[in-house]
Structure formats: structure tokens, C-alpha cells
T-cell receptor
Framework: NAGVTQTPKFQVLKTGQSMTLQCAQD?????MSWYRQDPGMGLRLIHYSVGAGITDQGEVPNGYNVSRSTTEDFPLRLLSAAPSQTSVYFCASSYGRSGANVLTFGAGSRLTVL | GDSVTQMEGPVTLSEEAFLTINCTYT??????LFWYVQYPGEGLQLLLK?????DKGSNKGFEATYRKETTSFHLEKGSVQVSDSAVYFC??????????????FGKGTRLSVIA
């Protein structure tokens, strides 16, 4: 099925470890973004990209890196995991290069940092 | 900056009850407005949208009317079902002056419907 695919669905890390959350979409969407969801905080934007080779920071970018080498993929890297990064992470994409368009979300990746 | 404020939950209703989830917004101009729904264990998905003032968005028995006079976009359903149990998010595009950041979301309202 077409859509946004996130892997892994669940991950447990120890403090200081690094990992990459994968996100891929097959809808030829130019716009991709990463959010984190925490209880009582709603969705907070981490990073976003308006096309291949272009990325920008969102509301809570510290501790995360992204790259956009292809239109399809937008991986999120945690450089040195901290317990504060325990969260559910969502990748989303939309057509065009405007942030005003309807977002299609992945199913989420639940990360626990011990 | 542009923002949305939703009523805090959780909201618990009996099956067939009437639902209202309040959403008000602060924005420059008259942006499109959205409601997203997140079912347990899933990502968010678009429920409905309205693109201009006085528009009514509707889907799956849910409705919301874009009211510029009260800067509101309240979500309503006449008769909820157990399957409507989910978290509902109001959203709007960011201020055009803030670049190409994506949709701004409210904090979400959790709805539980009991049989």
C-alpha cells in the first residue's frame, strides 16, 4: 500500500547509544517532516524538508540530525540518546513544497531510552 | 505566532451521545483549518478540512464549520460510537512569514466512548 513507512516500530536504547529512525514514502511527495509526540505536549516538530538536499530545523531539533539525499527517504538520527528522547516519533509527508498541505503520517516509532 | 487551542480531555461519552470538541485559532488571514484523528496505535490521519470562512468540512458523521467571527472550528458528531474512541487534533498552516514549516497542531483531545 502506498504511504509513509517507518521502521523500527519499537526500539529500546541505552543512554549514549546512537540510532537511526527510517522513514520512506512512495507518493513522490516533496515535503517530509518529523514530529515527536509526548503526553500532554501534543506534536512537536523536530526537522522538516521541502525537497531532496534541503532540510531545516523545527521546534525541538537538538540531539537530532536529518538528511534528505532522495525524495523518498528522510531518516532521523539520534546522535547520543538521552532519556528525554523517550517518545513516539512520527514521520509525515505532503505534496508540493508548502507547509500548508495535508500531511500523510506513518504509523510511528516508539523509542525508549534507559 | 499562529496557534490552535483545543479543549483539554479526556472526554468520556456513552454511545450515541452528542460530541463537541472545541478548537479556537489565532492566525494571520484566513488559513485552511484541519481536524486529524489518531486511533490507538496508529499515526494521525486527516478527518476533515475547511479551506475558507463559513465552509463546513464533514466526514464519517463528523462536522466542523469554519467561523471567522469567533475564530473557531469546533468538531461535532451527533451520535458517537465506540469506534470513534481516539485522539483528535485541530491544526492549521503556519504563518506564511515563518517559512515552510508544516501544520501547527493543537495538543489533542482524547475521546473515549463506552457502550
Amino acid at each position: 500500500n502506498a504511504g509513509v513507512t517507518q521502521t523500527p516500530k519499537f526500539q529500546v536504547l541505552k543512554t549514549g547509544q546512537s540510532m537511526t529512525l527510517q522513514c520512506a514514502q512512495d507518493m513522490n511527495h516533496e515535503y517530509m517532516s518529523w514530529y515527536r509526540q509526548d503526553p500532554g505536549m501534543g506534536l512537536r516538530l523536530i526537522h522538516y524538508s521541502v525537497g531532496a538536499g534541503i532540510t531545516d530545523q523545527g521546534e525541538v531539533p537538538n540531539g537530532y540530525n536529518v538528511s534528505r539525499s532522495t525524495t523518498e527517504d528522510f531518516p532521523l538520527r539520534l546522535l547520543s540518546a538521552a532519556p528525554s528522547q523517550t517518545s513516539v516519533y512520527f514521520c509525515a509527508s505532503s505534496y508540493g513544497r508548502s507547509g500548508a498541505n495535508v500531511l500523510t503520517f506513518g504509523a510511528g516509532s516508539r523509542l525508549t531510552v534507559l | 505566532g499562529d496557534s490552535v487551542t483545543q479543549m483539554e480531555g479526556p472526554v468520556t461519552l456513552s454511545e450515541e451521545a452528542f460530541l463537541t470538541i472545541n478548537c479556537t485559532y489565532t492566525a494571520t488571514g484566513y488559513p485552511s483549518l484541519f481536524w486529524y484523528v489518531q486511533y490507538p496505535g496508529e499515526g494521525l490521519q486527516l478527518l476533515l478540512k475547511a479551506t475558507k470562512a463559513d465552509d463546513k468540512g464533514s466526514n464519517k458523521g463528523f462536522e466542523a464549520t469554519y467561523r471567522k467571527e469567533t475564530t473557531s472550528f469546533h468538531l461535532e458528531k451527533g451520535s458517537v460510537q465506540v469506534s470513534d474512541s481516539a485522539v483528535y487534533f485541530c491544526a492549521l498552516p503556519p504563518n506564511p512569514n515563518s517559512g515552510n514549516t508544516p501544520l501547527v497542531f493543537g495538543k489533542g483531545t482524547r475521546l473515549s466512548v463506552i457502550a
